[in-house]
Nanobody, 124 residues
Framework: QVQLVESGGGSVQAGGSLRLSCAAS?????????MGWFRQAPGKAREFVSS????????FYGDSVKGRFTISRDNAKRTLYLQMNSLKPEDTAVYYC????????????????WGQGTQVTVSS
C-alpha cells in the first residue's frame, strides 16, 4: 500500500510561484511507480497536470501548464515535486499527486494511489 501526502499549496498572486511536494510512505519502492499530478477545480472534472516515469527520464505535461510547470522526483527521498511558475488564476484548484505501477499515463483512472490534495489559490 502506497500512502501519499502533498504539501506546499497556498495562496499566491498571479505571476507568482509555488512548489508542491508529495511524500510517499517509507516502505514505498519508488522505482516501481510512475507518478503524476492532477488538479480539480470546483465544479470541474479532474485534470491531468503532469506525469513522470519511474526514473525521471521522461516527463509529460498538460497543454495548459506546458512551459510553466516542471515535474521532478527524488526516489531516494521518496518525494515527487511540482514547480509551478507564472501562475494564473485559472490554475486555482486542489492538486493531487498519484502513483501507478508501470508506465506513465495522463488518465486519472490508471492511477491506483492518491494523496489527499493540497489547495492552490491564485488571485488576480
Amino acid at each position: 500500500q502506497v500512502q501519499l501526502v502533498e504539501s506546499g499549496g497556498g495562496s499566491v498572486q498571479a505571476g507568482g510561484s509555488l512548489r508542491l511536494s508529495c511524500a510517499a510512505s517509507p516502505t514505498t519502492s519508488m522505482y516501481l511507480y510512475a507518478m503524476g499530478w492532477f488538479r480539480q477545480a470546483p465544479g470541474k472534472a479532474r485534470e491531468f497536470v503532469s506525469s513522470i516515469t519511474w526514473n525521471g527520464a521522461s516527463t509529460f505535461y498538460g497543454d495548459s501548464v506546458k512551459g510553466r510547470f516542471t515535474i521532478s522526483r527524488d526516489n531516494a527521498k521518496r518525494t515527487l515535486y511540482l514547480q509551478m511558475n507564472s501562475l494564473k488564476p485559472e490554475d486555482t484548484a486542489v492538486y493531487y499527486c498519484a502513483a501507478k505501477r508501470g508506465g506513465s499515463s495522463d488518465y486519472h483512472g490508471d492511477y491506483n494511489y492518491w494523496g489527499q490534495g493540497t489547495q492552490v489559490t491564485v488571485s488576480s
